[in-house]
Antibody
Framework: QVQLQESGPGLVKPSETLSLTCTVS????????WSWIRQSPGKGLEWIGY???????NYNPSLKSRVTMSVDTSKNQFSLKLTSVTAADTAVYYC???????????WGRGTTVTVSS | DIVLTQSPDSLAVSLGERATINCKSS????????????LAWYQQKPRQPPKLLIY???TRQSGVPDRFSGSGSGTDFTLTISSLQAEDVAVYYC?????????FGQGTRVEIK
């Protein structure tokens, strides 16, 4: 079955860039939309945005100025970059498949990112 | 942004009894051209990612037990667990996909009484 696995640093310093990668197994990354969602105690579940290899991206306006998502079809991976992070960006970050860019039907296990000096 | 407000924030239900969770949207998520409600429900157990239970407000995802059902239209929706099982202890979220940004409700915690 389709599996997703997040990877990346668990600790990022304030003002630096958070970079995460999601590796997709048993599905073609070119065939679907792929999302990033984060979860923090203070804000619950927050949709960051989605990316498609040919349809482009759609970002949450609240984060749009700091977010970049991309797809690497050769590695069957997609990635998230969030610049100028602060403590408010501390959260569990999930990657997920978005069916037709709508609902998230397959999720990774999540990775905890802490922003601290 | 569309704001989803769930009620209650938490509830305790006896095993085998019915659990009902409500989700109210700040605007309609019913798309008139196809008569579909762009609303989903997720279940999140401790230390796990959310799991898609229901989409189009009432369509169960493959493999989801039929004790879970969704109903409602427009701005008011309900998730019902007809006979609560121990494995249903979790936090439940509604999510709208009518427009971007996708948004979630604040969650409802379901526990055993």
């Amino acid at each position: 079955q389709v599996q997703l696995q997040e990877s990346g640093p668990g600790l990022v310093k304030p003002s630096e860039t958070l970079s995460l990668t999601c590796t997709v197994s048993s599905a073609s990354i070119s065939s679907h939309y792929w999302s990033w969602i984060r979860q923090s105690p203070g804000k619950g579940l927050e949709w960051i945005g989605y990316v498609h290899s040919s349809e482009g991206t759609n970002y949450n306006p609240s984060l749009k100025s700091r977010v970049t998502m991309s797809v690497d079809t050769s590695k069957n991976q997609f990635s998230l970059k969030l610049t100028s992070v602060t403590a408010a960006d501390t959260a569990v970050y999930y990657c997920a498949r978005s069916l037709y860019s709508l609902v998230m039907d397959v999720w990774g296990r999540g990775t905890t990112v802490t922003v601290s000096s | 942004d569309i704001v989803l407000t769930q009620s209650p924030d938490s509830l305790a239900v006896s095993l085998g009894e019915r659990a009902t969770i409500n989700c109210k949207s700040s605007q309609s998520v019913l798309y008139s051209s196809n008569n579909k409600n762009y609303l989903a429900w997720y279940q999140q157990k401790p230390r796990q990612p959310p799991k898609l239970l229901i989409y189009w407000a009432s369509t169960r995802q493959s493999g989801v037990p039929d004790r879970f059902s969704g109903s409602g239209s427009g701005t008011d929706f309900t998730l019902t667990i007809s006979s609560l099982q121990a494995e249903d202890v979790a936090v439940y979220y509604c999510q709208q996909y009518y427009t971007a940004p996708r948004t979630f409700g604040q969650g409802t915690r379901v526990e055993i009484k």
